[in-house]
């Protein structure tokens, strides 16, 4: 099961680079003595670093993950995959809750029940996967670009979206 904090912090990420905007300190603005920059091609940071081997960061450094149309997209990429896996985690619980109730009941109403939850299971299937494409879609987009990402961010929400889509698509060959 996914945790949902891992969701949660993915989500509250992306909404953080979506304003664009950093308050610094004064104090950590101080340009003091900055020696060898190192920088990942990548990410392009503009990382300092002092004889003591610290690292100063400084406000031209940062840089948000994705530009505001981009994390919008996939914002929106990754709650669709939120809203699939939190009602996959109702349905486990109804499914929970069925099996300890009167096995009389269940058997008079079992036919339309499975039914039922079979539709459900199958659109969950489709929306996780129908997201997972989506994702597939925008990472190719943007490899393909030259707009700066943060393949870091991307990453772990790539890495999201497709636990999705496993963790529904192992529930539907399961039950």
Same mark, same amino acid.
């Given at each position: #099961?996914?945790?949902?904090?891992?969701?949660?912090?993915?989500?509250?990420?992306?909404?953080? /680079? *979506?304003?664009?905007?950093?308050?610094? =300190?004064?104090?950590?603005?101080?340009?003091?003595?900055?020696?060898?920059?190192?920088?990942?091609?990548?990410?392009?940071?503009? /990382?300092? @670093?002092? =004889?003591?081997?610290?690292?100063?960061?400084?406000?031209?450094?940062?840089?948000?993950?994705?530009?505001?149309? /981009? $994390?919008?997209?996939?914002?929106?990429?990754? +709650?669709?995959? %939120?809203? $699939?896996?939190?009602?996959?985690?109702?349905?486990?619980?109804?499914?929970?809750?069925?099996?300890?109730?009167?096995?009389?009941?269940?058997?008079?109403?079992?036919?339309?029940?499975?039914?039922?939850?079979?539709?459900?299971?199958?659109? *969950?299937?489709?929306?996780?996967?129908?997201?997972?494409?989506? #994702?597939?879609?925008?990472?190719? @987009?943007?490899?393909?670009?030259? +707009? %700066? %990402?943060?393949? /870091?961010?991307?990453?772990? #929400?790539? #890495?999201?979206?497709?636990?999705? !889509?496993? !963790? $529904? =698509?192992?529930?539907?060959?399961?039950?």
């Amino acid at each position: #099961m996914i945790d949902t904090h891992k969701a949660r912090l993915i989500v509250l990420l992306l909404l953080s /680079t *979506l304003l664009n905007c950093v308050s610094v =300190s004064a104090d950590s603005a101080d340009n003091r003595v900055a020696t060898a920059p190192l920088s990942t091609a990548k990410d392009q940071s503009a /990382t300092r @670093q002092h =004889s003591g081997g610290i690292q100063e960061i400084l406000p031209d450094d940062f840089r948000p993950a994705f530009t505001r149309d /981009t $994390v919008i997209k996939l914002n929106g990429i990754v +709650e669709r995959s %939120y809203l $699939v896996i939190s009602e996959l985690d109702q349905l486990r619980g109804e499914l929970r809750g069925s099996s300890l109730s009167d096995a009389s009941a269940i058997a008079r109403s079992g036919r339309n029940l499975n039914d039922r939850q079979s539709a459900r299971i199958a659109s *969950l299937h489709q929306r996780s996967r129908a997201a997972l494409k989506d #994702m597939n879609a925008a990472v190719d @987009q943007l490899q393909a670009g030259e +707009e %700066y %990402y943060n393949s /870091t961010v991307l990453a772990g #929400m790539v #890495m999201f979206v497709n636990d999705v !889509e496993q !963790e $529904v =698509s192992q529930f539907d060959k399961n039950g």
